[in-house]
């Protein structure tokens, strides 16, 4: 019981000098700290009041204050208190200031009677991996996830039970979910993803000035897979947001401290989540309208979009839609929705969802019902970087996609129709803009039969190869 009262056997007076001795200007030259209950004193207030420790604790007075400690048990336990505290702190206070308290530590209990019970003598001296130095945390954690435990249950049988806050414990519970991450399938679903998105958990500070939340968003996000499971997606999300919204408070919290490639990497999945939404949702439009002419396309502008995706020449892509569409879109997914989709307001929008696909040097604006798709090239028109507003009318959206554009030269517009002469139009105006897409990617086996019989297309460049498919 001794060791989890905060000054056993110290006076007020004590504590009082303690603090006097602190407020100097020279601590380690005080002559109070030729009173050993005096250092214990400031040993114990160190480990109670972290901002006086903050303040006060420096190597010489460490030192001096162990020097005249003389290592009795109940300052043992008073040092142990403050190493498993602040741990990795220390050295944001001194250089050195780490070192010198895992040592002294050491020193400490090594002058203590030996004892049976499971406590911080026994794991310093039975567990020095697991307790002394900045990678003791990694290896308590390590050894919970090999032995497929809980943190708290590992610590306890180690003699750490005691320290289950601070900054020691809290290094071993995110290194254990660093783990975890590390070995875990993207495409599976586990119960302590539903953790990561805690705002205690998320918000936490971790190494290098950042919250853990950025060490899990990279770690989840360097694994290389095109369709990690729903719960992993939408993990992420629920920690950093849309890594589209480029600007926004989020964005800037969390996306931009996370590597370009690994922010890249889940716009890609994003891009892919956007694609399936879009078809899906004009797939069951037609169907609940019996829409026979949409129905009948459908196929073809389906295998169009997927073809690109697959080809991997998607960078980002953006939804948007009128409010049917959205009210619809949000009934075929329900609480799987993860994208976000900017409302359309104004004109026959209601029912209409538009997808833009920015490829780099060309550009898809595709759209739902008698929307005509827009082939741009050049850079991505403004409004499609704009995340931070709120929602945007029919002639605005129109304007914002073709403005500064030359028809013919910048941008076409192709109505779909049964002829398939809009598939032609299209690869060769991408053409023109620098990029060849290999027409039998992007078309079904019937299609590409009927069009490449009846309508020019690309010439396939010299030495193309064809770009890894999307999963390879």
Request: charged share 25%; hydrophobic share 35%.
């Amino acid at each position: 019981m001794s060791r989890r009262i905060d000054n056993p056997g110290l006076s007020a007076k004590s504590n009082q000098t303690a603090r006097a001795v602190l407020g100097s200007e020279r601590p380690e030259l005080h002559p109070e700290l030729a009173d050993r209950k005096i250092c214990r004193a400031i040993v114990t207030l160190w480990s109670g009041d972290r901002k006086l420790a903050e303040a006060s604790m420096r190597t010489p007075v460490l030192q001096t204050v162990c020097d005249n400690g003389s290592f009795t048990r109940l300052f043992t336990f008073a040092l142990a208190n403050v190493y498993f505290t602040y741990f990795d702190c220390l050295d944001d206070w001194d250089v050195g200031l780490f070192t010198m308290t895992a040592e002294r530590l050491q020193q400490a209990v090594s002058q203590q009677s030996t004892t049976h019970s499971r406590d911080v003598l026994f794991a310093v001296r039975a567990r020095p991996e697991v307790t002394i130095g900045k990678d003791a945390p990694s290896a308590i954690a390590r050894l919970a996830l090999e032995e497929d435990r809980d943190l708290p249950t590992v610590m306890k049988d180690a003699g750490l039970g005691d320290y289950a806050t601070g900054r020691y414990a809290e290094t071993a519970r995110q290194q254990l979910y660093l783990d975890r991450i590390a070995q875990a399938d993207p495409q599976q679903s586990y119960d302590w993803l539903s953790d990561l998105y805690q705002s205690e958990i998320a918000d936490a500070p971790a190494s290098g000035g950042r919250r853990f939340g950025h060490l899990v968003l990279e770690a989840m996000t360097n694994h290389r897979t095109d369709n990690p499971s729903r719960d992993w997606e939408s993990t992420i999300l629920k920690i950093g947001d849309d890594p589209r919204a480029r600007g926004t408070v989020n964005w800037n919290k969390w996306w931009a401290r996370i590597p370009l490639e690994n922010v890249r990497r889940v716009i890609a999945w994003l891009s892919g989540e956007d694609i399936r939404l879009f078809l899906e949702a004009v797939e069951v439009y037609g169907r609940k309208n019996h829409h026979s002419d949409l129905l009948r396309m459908f196929s073809d502008r389906e295998r169009f979009l997927k073809g690109l995706l697959e080809l991997n020449m998607v960078k980002e892509t953006r939804l948007f839609a009128g409010r049917s569409a959205r009210s619809a879109i949000r009934q075929i997914m329900g609480t799987d929705l993860r994208t976000s989709i900017t409302p359309i307001t104004g004109g026959n929008y209601s029912s209409t969802a538009v997808i833009f696909m920015n490829c780099g040097d060309f550009h898809i604006v595709e759209g739902s019902h008698n929307f005509k798709v827009r082939v741009l090239r050049g850079d991505p028109p403004e409004i499609m970087s704009d995340w931070e507003m709120a929602q945007i009318d029919n002639y605005s959206f129109l304007y914002g996609v073709e403005r500064d554009r030359l028809y013919g030269e910048d941008y076409v517009s192709l109505t779909h129709d049964v002829h398939k002469k809009w598939i032609s139009d299209a690869l060769l105006f991408i053409e023109q803009a620098g990029q060849y897409v290999s027409p039998e990617d992007v078309m079904t086996a019937e299609t590409y039969q009927h069009v490449s019989a009846t309508r020019p297309l690309p010439v396939r460049p010299k030495n193309w190869q064809r770009p890894n498919r999307r999963g390879q």
